[in-house]
């Protein structure tokens, strides 16, 4: 998840992700990996391209809410298993909706985040 910094003036967006990850090299766990929080603000006051204000918004989801392999993976094992599961029209249904998700961006009207821009 991130907060948005949307430019007044040129409208510039600038995502500030509400946390990240980094490398933690443990001898007893070299895959493992700690959160931290990101420096921010990550913009000035000033936009650096019109010198107009930010706005702020969010939280947004920022990064992939589905991995594509997983799903996949699922939709195989539901195919396969269509006399067992009482649900499964119900799950390919709702993984067919996951998977029309997959390689679409966030779509949102940025000045319908912020509740005193007075459009809709």
Not at 106 to 114: I, S, V
């Amino acid at each position: 998840m991130s907060m948005v910094y949307h430019c007044v003036g040129c409208d510039t967006v600038t995502l500030q992700p509400l946390s990240a990850f980094k490398p933690n090299p443990s001898p007893s766990n070299p895959d493992q990996e700690k959160s931290y929080l990101p420096p921010a603000p990550p913009v000035g006051e000033f936009c650096t391209h019109c010198n107009q204000r930010h706005r702020l918004g969010g939280p947004i989801w920022s990064a992939p809410i589905h991995d594509e392999e997983f799903v996949e993976d699922v939709m195989k094992y539901v195919e396969k298993s269509m006399n067992v599961l009482g649900t499964a029209r119900r799950i390919e249904g709702l993984l067919a909706v996951v998977r029309g998700e997959l390689p679409a961006p966030l779509y949102c009207t940025l000045d319908c985040m912020w509740p005193d821009s007075g459009r809709t």
